[in-house]
């Protein structure tokens, strides 16, 4: 597939939500919870949230027809049961495989009229999106329905915060708080299991967002540098903040242990081709040959399959301490 256009890539690096949009290897389908019963609409409605653009959102009754305009949104919605009221959702929506049966209302550009006809009763926008979709949300506004924007979570408090805000806008408040709970467990089951690495056995990881020749990278201030150190790994782009551009000569410098590639959805093999790099050879991971593809979606999508995510680069960077 070809790279993805500078729209794209800026919509990757704003909000990691849509990085693994067209992959092809999917990650493999949890156990499908049952569907929950919603609490009652007298102990639910009417609430009144303040969403990620400082706006107090009233939302009079239990929301039947919900539009997400995001993945990450639609993923969390669906874990808190949401699914028979999910009735729109955005061209990337890939997961679970339910979410890629429903309508399609466009990208970052959705489509005003389609989710006005749709009928839809809430909108689940995003905080990414708040200030280049203004005039689009305005028009679904006037049109009666509540949007409700999500915040662009960096880290995993930001997420569950986004889990939260969710629940108290669909009913859903008990599912919610269940699903951040559960969330933690494996979070601290993780770093459990990273206290059996030593000082001097940590890792320096550099993690490509996008290859050559436009190489980005995470830096601090973000989810994957919060994912890093919760598995005890450092990363290489620590002296950067954000999603940040990278020269090869520059991460050639930073010589890491580990590299690891989230572009493998629309780059072929890419764990091979940062390999064959010329000038590269004499770099630790290359010559380890520990150069690892994981999956886009996992560690991108900020919502519940997060620590999934983190799952997987512990176990491609230390597979003798995290292998199942």
């Given at each position: 597939m070809n790279k993805p256009s500078q729209y794209m890539l800026s919509v990757i690096l704003a909000a990691g939500l849509l990085a693994g949009c067209g992959a092809e290897k999917a990650a493999p389908e949890k156990e499908e919870k049952a569907d929950r019963p919603k609490e009652s609409q007298e102990a639910a409605f009417p609430v009144t949230i303040k969403d990620a653009a400082g706006k107090d959102v009233v939302i009079e009754e239990d929301p039947e027809r919900i539009v997400s305009l995001l993945p990450s949104n639609t993923e969390i919605a669906f874990e808190l049961g949401l699914g028979d009221e999910i009735v729109g959702v955005s061209?990337?929506?890939?997961?679970?495989?339910?979410?890629?049966?429903?309508?399609?209302?466009?990208?970052?550009?959705?489509?005003v009229e389609k989710i006005i006809g749709l009928d839809a009763d809430l909108v689940l926008a995003h905080g990414s999106m708040a200030d280049s979709s203004k005039d689009g949300l305005k028009q679904l506004e006037d049109a009666g329905i509540d949007v409700l924007v999500v915040n662009?979570?960096?880290?995993?408090?930001?997420?569950?915060?986004?889990?939260?805000?969710?629940?108290?806008?669909?009913?859903?408040?008990?599912?919610?708080?269940?699903?951040?709970?559960?969330?933690?467990?494996?979070?601290?089951?993780?770093?459990?299991?990273?206290?059996?690495?030593?000082?001097?056995?940590?890792?320096?990881?550099?993690?490509?967002v996008s290859p050559a020749p436009e190489i980005y990278t995470t830096g601090t201030n973000t989810f994957m540098?919060?994912?890093?150190?919760?598995?005890?790994?450092?990363?290489?782009?620590?002296?950067?903040?954000?999603?940040?551009?990278m020269t090869e000569e520059?991460?050639?410098?930073?010589?890491?242990?580990?590299?690891?590639?989230t572009h493998g959805y629309y780059t072929e093999k890419p764990a091979e081709e940062i390999m064959s790099r010329k000038g590269w050879?004499?770099?630790?991971?290359?010559?380890?040959?520990?150069?690892?593809?994981?999956?886009?979606?996992?560690?991108?999508?900020?919502?519940?399959?997060?620590?999934?995510?983190?799952?997987?680069?512990?176990?491609?960077?230390?597979?003798d301490v995290f292998k199942k």
């Open positions: 061209n990337y929506d890939n997961y679970p495989k339910e979410a890629a049966e429903k309508e399609k209302i466009g990208d970052m550009n959705f489509n662009n979570a960096q880290n995993f408090e930001d997420v569950y915060d986004s889990i939260e805000m969710i629940g108290k806008a669909t009913g859903q408040k008990k599912e919610a708080e269940e699903t951040i709970n559960e969330m933690k467990e494996d979070v601290a089951e993780i770093k459990e299991k990273a206290k059996a690495i030593k000082e001097d056995e940590v890792k320096s990881v550099f993690i490509e540098q919060e994912m890093l150190e919760l598995i005890h790994a450092k990363n290489a782009a620590a002296d950067q903040e954000g999603w940040v551009q520059a991460i050639i410098k930073k010589n890491p242990d580990v590299i690891i590639a050879e004499n770099m630790t991971a290359i010559k380890n040959k520990d150069v690892h593809d994981v999956d886009a979606d996992l560690v991108n999508r900020t919502g519940p399959r997060l620590v999934e995510g983190v799952e997987e680069l512990a176990e491609a960077i230390y597979p």
